[in-house]
């Protein structure tokens, strides 16, 4: 699987928008962009995944670039319980292993 | 909506003692899987099974780990001689379809080996 590089963390204001981005320059043609988020120690909750083409679902945004080599995660209005550790993670869509690396740490400020 | 459950969801056992962790996936998933989190580490895959089967296992899944279905229901890992090293957080996921996107995980089972 291709790696990614995350910044360590990321301050956001309540009701703002969160941009998260995320590198993975050495992504393959057949694989996708996924993010999942863990809200201290709990289990990781899946946010939303995309190959090529732009992303939009209840809980976030995913913005992919042309050249898929950088993807960002947006959460259009950040809620205090939105701090989390946010992972974004490379991969083809079956095959049976997740493979998280160190993440965003998110903190979402009042 | 839907969960996976884990109990207990505070495990301390002895070195070398046996344990068991069990969870109940989602009723119509069909894919399963434990991952474990040591403490300020990264998440780490175990184990996948499917069809009464593991599908895949890494290289922490030893002949100490074992998982098994053993009714419709319930989803267990047993690790046989516990060591001080694996104590962590061990969460089970699971999901409908063979794909990585859309993984439910569980809250958890912290274990503790003393």
């Known amino acids: 699987d291709a790696k990614t590089t995350q910044p360590t963390s990321m301050d956001c204001a309540e009701g703002r928008a969160a941009n998260l981005p995320c590198n993975h320059s050495?992504?393959?043609?057949?694989?996708?962009v996924y993010w999942y988020r863990q809200i201290h120690s709990q289990g990781p909750q899946y946010i939303i995944h995309g190959l090529k083409n732009n992303e939009t679902n209840e809980m976030a945004s995913l913005i992919i670039t042309e050249d898929r080599k950088s993807s960002t995660l947006i959460l259009p209005h950040a809620t205090l319980r939105d701090t989390a550790v946010y992972y974004c993670i490379v991969g083809e869509t079956s095959g049976s292993r997740l493979t998280f690396g160190e993440g965003t740490q998110l903190t979402v400020n009042p | 909506e839907p969960e996976v459950t884990q109990t207990p969801s505070h495990q301390v056992t002895q070195m070398g003692q046996e344990v068991i962790l069990r969870c109940v996936p989602i009723s119509n998933h069909l894919y399963f899987y434990w991952y474990r989190q040591i403490l300020g580490q990264k998440v780490e895959f175990l184990v996948s099974?499917?069809?009464?089967?593991?599908?895949?296992k890494s290289e922490i899944f030893d002949d100490q780990f074992s998982v098994e279905r053993p009714d419709g229901s319930n989803f267990t890992l047993k690790i046989r001689s516990t060591k001080l090293e694996d104590s962590a957080m061990y969460f089970c996921?699971?999901?409908?379809?063979?794909?990585?996107?859309?993984?439910?995980f569980g809250p958890g089972t912290r274990l503790t080996v003393t």
């Open positions: 050495t992504i393959s043609g057949n694989e996708y």
């Open positions: 996921a699971s999901t409908l379809t063979d794909t990585v996107w859309g993984l439910y």
């Open positions: 099974f499917y069809n009464n089967e593991i599908s895949e």
